[in-house]
Structure formats: structure tokens, C-alpha cells
């Protein structure tokens, strides 16, 4: 290999690191400027996102941690029972969750974003032991 055949190659790989670093800034697109795509609010059919929301320490030194949830359906509810789709290990602290999810309200197709409030939050929490 040469010194100017290494240069060469230097060279491209400077250049499409440069190209593939441009691409990916330019299919960057500022939040404001986003247009909010309706197919992702639908009356019924769409799932729960659940959401960690953080954590509180309490007096004790134990420790909340706190969960929300998302329903991306306008107007159904979506029950999960407690079982193989509703569970959180270790199984000290199965069963606390919630298994009936509202949908959120002020959420509509023409204008999302009526409600500050697009989510539930702090649904539910886990106390854990400050060990």
C-alpha cells in the first residue's frame, strides 16, 4: 500500500462519514414543526404504552416508583386482566397494577392536543424496600 493510495481511502471514509453525518441531521425535524399523524388515534383496536414516570423516596428510605400509561384509543377502555399480559416481577409486587386503562381525555383526531393532560400519570406505583 502507498502513501497516497492510504490517503485515498482516508479520504472517502472522511467523506461519507461527512454524507451519512448530513443525511441524518437533515431528517431531523423540530418538534414544532412536526404534523401530528391522526392514524395513531383511533376509536378502539389500539394498545396501552405503559410509561415509568420516576421515583419518590420516602421518609422511610423506601422508595415509590411510579407508572402512567398511554391508551392510544379515543373511546374504547382496554381491560387486562392480572395473568400473562398484566404481571411485574419479582411477585411480592404482582397484582398492584391496574387493569382497566381509560382513554385519555380531550384527545380527539382533528385536535390532539386539546388536553396538556395526553396521558394518565402515576397510575400506580411500587414501594421499594430502601435495601
Request: charged letters at 20%; a negative charge.
Amino acid at each position: 500500500m502507498t502513501i497516497g493510495g492510504g490517503l485515498k481511502r482516508l479520504g472517502a471514509l472522511v467523506l461519507a462519514l461527512a454524507c451519512t453525518a448530513s443525511m441524518l441531521q437533515a431528517q431531523r425535524i423540530p418538534f414544532e414543526k412536526r404534523v401530528f399523524n391522526e392514524q395513531v388515534l383511533r376509536p378502539s383496536e389500539q394498545p396501552v404504552v405503559p410509561i415509568y414516570e420516576g421515583y419518590f423516596e420516602n421518609d422511610d428510605g423506601t422508595y415509590d416508583i411510579c407508572f402512567g400509561y398511554f391508551n392510544l384509543n379515543l373511546d374504547e377502555s382496554v381491560n387486562v386482566p392480572l395473568g400473562e399480559n398484566n404481571f411485574i416481577e419479582p411477585a411480592q409486587y404482582d397484582g398492584r397494577q391496574p387493569t382497566h386503562f381509560t382513554p385519555v381525555p380531550g384527545m380527539t383526531p382533528v385536535s390532539p392536543f386539546t388536553s396538556r393532560f395526553r396521558r394518565i400519570w402515576c397510575a400506580f406505583t411500587v414501594t421499594v424496600p430502601a435495601d
